[in-house]
């Protein structure tokens, strides 16, 4: 007979959940990555006293450097570490969805693997199913999530520094502009822990975030400057070296008449300009590091929509069709 638990870290009391790890052979543990290892480590030293001989461990988050590292720091060898993540949010369907499985550490051949086994039990999910090493996975995640949730963040940020309501400004609606907001929007409503272990936590987002913060940097004071040349031909590398043939698939792109069904104010009549400058340096750091995100999409997070059904909560897809939208129409000033 082959028991399965789940664990929540954070509303069970670990005294509740010890009992039925005596009989588990697959200790399941949900937690959020937070800044602080102490969920998990709490969770594992719990585990260690009460996980059944030759039972598999595995975790769900989704930074796997400090999940990892619990596991191994707590756990004795002859228990098996088989982790995965399913790689959208509560409100989707897992069908047809990507769910990456990370094998660990796997004492078992094929085929009575820890692995395979943990792979039958998770078909249920009818997910597209990914194998991946824990780096693989962090790093994947990095290339495609990392920088793109820190440019919405500093929208944010930058709109409450100037304490403004973007929609109610006229240079940011309209067009791409209404994109900028909702994505905005719909990053700051999830929870804090998710930015955490994206930037924080996740070891290979680190100098990701650094190119970021220098990209911006510079091609501000190319902007201010004036330097109208040096800018064009940098953005234009960038985006060349980043989205290759993707540039002339056009039909990829929303148009604006699609976007402006989903604005938050009424659109002017005379669209002010824009830099996007945050857009624009995110492809500079993507080239910059040598990172082509569009290689990596079985890490990115699904379309989904909201309850209303008014705006498609991008993913880091469409947020690269966005940014593959203002390479293409190089909007510089």
Not at 194 to 202: F, H, K, Q
Not at 298 to 314: G, L
Request: glycine letters at 4%; a neutral charge; aromatic letters at 8%.
């Amino acid at each position: 007979m082959f028991s399965m638990l789940l664990i929540s870290a954070s509303p069970l009391p670990f005294s509740y959940a010890s009992s039925p790890l005596i009989s588990a052979f697959f200790d399941f543990s949900c937690t959020s990555s937070l800044p602080t290892p102490l969920p998990l480590k709490t969770l594992t030293h719990d585990t260690i006293t009460a996980t059944k001989q030759g039972a598999i461990v595995g975790g769900q988050t989704s930074c796997k450097a400090p999940e990892i590292a619990a596991f191994e720091k707590h756990l004795p060898s002859d228990i098996d570490i088989i982790c995965c993540h399913s790689l959208h949010g509560p409100n989707v369907s897992p069908s047809g969805q990507p769910l990456i499985i990370i094998p660990h550490r796997d004492t078992h051949k094929p085929p009575n693997s820890s692995c395979e086994k943990i792979t039958k039990i998770l078909t249920c999910f009818d997910s597209k199913i990914a194998v991946l090493t824990a780096q693989q996975h962090d790093r994947i995640t990095a290339d495609t999530q990392a920088v793109t949730h820190a440019a919405f963040l500093s929208m944010g940020a930058a709109w409450m520094a100037n304490k403004q309501f973007p929609w109610m400004i006229g240079r940011y609606l309209g067009g791409i502009e209404n994109v900028k907001i909702n994505i905005t929007l719909r990053i700051y409503a999830n929870k804090w822990h998710v930015y955490a272990g994206l930037a924080i936590l996740n070891p290979a987002a680190r100098e990701q975030i650094k190119q970021y913060a220098d990209s911006v940097t510079e091609l501000f004071k190319l902007m201010l400057e004036g330097d109208r040349a040096s800018l064009t031909l940098r953005v234009k590398r960038a985006g060349a070296a980043v989205f290759k043939g993707e540039v002339v698939q056009e039909d990829v792109l929303l148009k604006d008449e699609v976007l402006d069904r989903f604005s938050l104010g009424e659109r002017p009549v005379e669209r002010v300009r824009n830099n996007h400058l945050s857009l624009l340096a995110m492809v500079d750091c993507w080239w910059k590091l040598g990172i082509v995100p569009y290689d990596h999409m079985i890490c990115s997070t699904p379309v989904s929509f909201s309850s209303q059904e008014r705006f498609p909560v991008a993913s880091a897809c469409v947020i690269l069709r966005m940014g593959l939208e203002l390479m293409r129409m190089c909007v510089l000033f």
